[in-house]
């Protein structure tokens, strides 16, 4: 019995050496590390008794990947009247603003807009740059978030960028349990398309993923490399970080400290999408929030009629 055992094991290992065999598969790539809630942002979850999700070490919840890590700071008190978050390079406030004008990009002020420190409506280029909506929105943002833009709009013209499609900036939500997102404080944008000398370059086609910073990359390559090194954005995510942004560049500034009312009310949970519901007409197009009142509205002020901008 015992001969007859190691004889078929002699067949087997034959065979195996003769035979053409599968290619190998490449092993699956480590997972892009995620980074818990900052203080500020724990401390105005707690306040506001959001959901939470941990994991199942029972660790804090996670950031999305590429979030750039930030100084080390004291949690904020529970009873701050503001949420407080690090320093920001970019400017706030009517320095923004001031600076904003000074660079020639027309704006207008906003109303109190639910979430934004600083609201203006973007009414033209940035930087020589169109950023536009298929479905032809007002460009709703905090000024920071236009005055980023516009330091990394040369490095667009540089790659012969003129035009750039987005499909979110300013949208009142959370991007995961217990944290809010950068776009429900109109500091975050998501950008999907690119056009050179009139060619549209897609997010989702023409970006390579997998691919280091070198001087030899596609365009979409080299813009988020440029963009990277800049520096200026807290969160920078696109198609080599997660299966959520295989279409687009995610681009979120920090909220400076003071900027963030610790009484902003907890977005609700979107409505479940019904299945005979029509596809949205630009696939990654976010719902977007129509601007609703002020950073500290009530509940009440909320359900009034949306203003306009002025």
């Not at 320095?95 to 600083?118: D, K, M, N, Q, W």
């Amino acid at each position: 019995m015992g001969s007859r055992l190691r004889a078929t094991l002699a067949l087997l290992l034959l065979m195996a050496a003769f035979s053409p065999g599968c290619a190998r598969v490449a092993s699956l790539p480590a997972a892009t590390p995620e980074l818990p809630l900052e203080p500020w942002e724990r401390t105005l979850a707690e306040q506001k008794g959001a959901p939470t999700e941990r994991s199942a070490s029972g660790s804090e919840p996670n950031a999305l990947a590429k979030t750039a890590p930030s100084p080390s700071a004291k949690p904020a008190a529970t009873s701050a009247t503001k949420a407080r978050t690090a320093p920001s390079a970019v400017l706030g406030g009517s320095a923004c603003l001031t600076e904003l004008a000074a660079r020639g990009v027309p704006y207008e002020r906003s109303e109190p807009v639910l979430g934004i420190a600083t609201p203006i409506v973007v009414k033209g280029t940035i930087g020589n740059v169109r950023f536009y909506t298929l479905e032809k929105k007002p460009f709703v943002v905090d000024c920071r978030l236009a005055l980023a833009l516009s330091e990394i709009a040369p490095e667009l013209r540089a790659l012969g960028i003129a035009e750039a499609r987005y499909s979110g900036a300013y949208v009142y939500r959370t991007s995961h349990p217990g944290r809010m997102s950068l776009h429900a404080y109109g500091l975050a944008i998501d950008l999907h398309e690119f056009k050179v000398n009139g060619e549209g370059l897609l997010v989702k086609k023409a970006f390579e993923k997998g691919r280091v910073c070198s001087s030899e990359l596609p365009l979409l390559n080299q813009l988020a490399c440029r963009v990277r090194e800049r520096r200026l954005f807290h969160e920078q995510i696109g198609p080599d970080d997660n299966a959520a942004h295989h279409d687009h560049f995610h681009l979120g500034l920090r909220p400076l400290p003071e900027e963030v009312a610790a009484d902003l009310p907890w977005p609700a949970a979107p409505p479940a999408r019904r299945r005979s519901k029509p596809a949205p007409a630009h696939p990654g197009s976010l719902p977007e929030v129509v601007p609703n009142g002020s950073r500290n509205v009530s509940a009440r002020a909320r359900s009034a009629p949306a203003p306009r901008a002025r």
